[in-house]
């Protein structure tokens, strides 16, 4: 039986035989398959178990309009996704008892599980948790969580998917009419806006991956993204997923906050740490995400059940807890609720 590898290699073949002008580098045959290089390594050297959703993806992206193909190729992945589950037992083979390992997200989400929890993830990187991404089993530990009462606040810092693609747009437009003088330069921020674009519509298909997963229980998710007309990359950052939390612990009576990140590191491997508060002030951190952390606390004072603001109670606590109160100034850069 043929391995995913080698069902994509013959794949990529025919493709190319047909004329498609494909790279053979891995960046770019994951680009024609719409995954991250990084989560193509994996399944091409057998470390994940393909899902069904990416399965019907690969077919549609080398099978489209030829049926007998289409579904020779979707038997033969399947075949080979079963073989491979059955030997790693249907999840990545990952350490479990590394305090670094990105599995104990899990335990994570298990300290979530209630309705005083908060949780806010701030996406400077890709998400992983969806179905093309290193750990898509992660998505359901967040379900559970937010169907028991987590508040799940995703934040996406870099603008509106809208805007980063037409700044993308308008420099491509520049580029190809000549009207620059440092075309270099040009491709450098070119790139960097498609990386950013890519990144905002990954996070919205996990926010509504989630919502419907999670549209009857008793927690909430709402993703919030930067409003701002010109996106800064020096001023936003690329780097990792920073993880906000506030909730209790079973051993001590009171509300414990601690910030994460989880990382990628050389060798496609994934990380996930516990920042030490000695060099991070949290809050710091917390006022990234201002007035969201600041509006859910005060929930419980007003005799309120604690949720995330939408729609208009964000403007509410922008008034109440932004920065006008305190500078006399509004906030350059403001979250907006893009579940709405």
């Known amino acids: 039986m043929s391995s995913v590898a080698q069902i994509l290699e013959s794949a990529f073949e025919k493709a190319r035989k047909s004329g498609e002008k494909i790279g053979k580098a891995t960046a770019a045959e994951a680009q024609y398959i719409g995954i991250s290089p990084a989560h193509y390594s994996r399944i091409r050297n057998a470390r994940v178990t393909l899902s069904s959703k990416l399965i019907d993806q690969i077919v549609e992206v080398f099978a489209a309009g030829d049926s007998e193909y289409a579904g020779k190729l979707k038997d033969e992945l399947w075949a080979a996704r079963g073989e491979s589950a059955q030997k790693d037992g249907g999840f990545p083979q990952r350490p479990t008892t590394d305090k670094y390992s990105v599995e104990n997200i899990a335990t994570l989400f298990n300290k979530l599980s209630h309705r005083n929890s908060l949780l806010v993830v701030d996406y400077r990187d890709w998400p992983q948790a969806i179905d093309q991404g290193a750990y898509p089993h992660m998505a359901d530990k967040a379900s559970e969580a ?29 580029i190809k009419e000549k009207q620059l003088h440092d075309k270099s330069q040009a491709r450098s921020f070119l790139s960097a806006y498609s990386y950013l674009y890519d990144l905002a519509m990954r996070v919205r298909e996990f926010y509504e991956q989630m919502r419907k ?95 995330l603001p939408s729609g208009s109670e964000l403007d509410k606590a ?3 807890f932004g920065t006008e109160s305190l500078f006399g100034e509004k906030e350059e850069i403001r979250w907006k609720d893009w579940s709405r």
Request: charged share 25%; hydrophobic share 40%.
């Open 146 to 174: 937010i169907n028991a009462g987590l508040c799940f606040a995703l934040c996406q810092p870099f603008g509106s998917a809208e805007t980063l693609f037409e700044k993308h747009n308008k420099l491509a437009e520049a």
């Open 213 to 307: 997963k999670t549209a009857n229980g008793l927690g909430q998710i709402v993703l919030y993204e930067a409003d701002v007309a010109n996106p800064v990359l020096t001023a936003s950052g690329i780097q990792s997923r920073l993880f906000y939390a506030d909730f209790y612990e079973d051993t001590r009576p009171r509300h414990q906050t601690k910030i994460y990140e989880w990382v990628a590191v050389l060798g496609d491997e994934h990380a996930f740490v516990e920042r030490s508060n000695l060099s991070l002030n949290i809050d710091a951190v917390k006022l990234q995400f201002n007035p969201i952390p600041a509006y859910w606390e005060t929930c419980e004072e007003k005799n309120l059940p604690k949720r």
């Open 318 to 320: 922008y008034e109440e």
